[in-house]
Each structure stands twice: as C-alpha cells, then as structure tokens.
C-alpha cells in the first residue's frame, strides 16, 4: 500500500525556516516524483516544488525559488521541504504526493497523497 506522510509544519514569524519532510512507503521511491502542494484558505492547491531521484531533476514554483529547498534521501524513503524566508502568503496545508511523471506540478498527474502539514507564517 502506497502511502505518504507530511509532517513539520508549524507558526513561524515572516522571514523564519521550517523544514517539512514527506516520509514515503510501498513503492520503489526511485520510479515516482515526489512533489509537494499546498492550498491556501479559499484557494486552488498549488504546486510547489517536485523531485525525482530516477531522472535527478528537481523543480520550484517561480514564487519559491531560491528560497525552498527540496532534497530526498533514498535510502530513508523520505523527501524534505527547506523553506526560508518565509513569507505569509507561504500559509498554507502542505502535501506531498507521488507520481511516476518525471517531472512537473500538475496535481492531476499525482496518483498519491499524503495528508497535509500545516505551515502558517505570520508577518
């Protein structure tokens, strides 16, 4: 059974760090993308930031890049989030998921989810 676990969320103040990581089990983590989302109140979920270990590619929503860091450690299953700088419209349920498209941020290609973690930043 495929399953994903988001957790690390928290209240941070404006320009602080949090780390999430996405612990994945029941499936061969080196076949599958592994991306994060969030949703905002009263907003579309939004893709964030993906990794795949198969094609060693890594991709950020524009609004993010330079500041959220995605990694993964194969040999632990897991996928972390480094998010600096954080801003409050970085509030937000964060998820991860998994797809076996190599790379992007379209939710409808992510056949799995895990619950979400919540990440609120307050200015």
């Known amino acids: 059974e495929v399953q994903l676990q988001a957790s690390g969320g928290g209240l941070v103040q404006a320009g602080g760090s949090l780390r999430l990581s996405c612990a994945a089990s029941?499936?061969?983590?080196?076949?599958?993308?592994i991306g994060w989302f969030r949703q905002a109140p009263g907003k579309e979920r939004e893709g964030v930031s993906c990794?795949?270990?198969?094609?060693?590619?890594?991709y950020y929503k524009n609004s993010v890049k330079g500041r959220f860091t995605i990694s993964s450690d194969n040999a632990k299953n897991m996928v972390y989030l480094q998010m600096n700088s954080l801003k409050p419209e970085d509030t937000a349920v964060y998820y991860c998921?998994?797809?076996?498209?190599?790379?992007?941020?379209?939710?409808?290609?992510?056949?799995?989810w895990g619950q979400g973690t919540l990440v609120t930043v307050s200015s």
């Open positions: 998921a998994a797809t076996s498209v190599p790379v992007g941020l379209d939710a409808g290609d992510y056949a799995y």
């Open positions: 029941g499936f061969s983590f080196d076949d599958y993308t």
């Open positions: 990794i795949s270990s198969k094609y060693a590619n890594t």
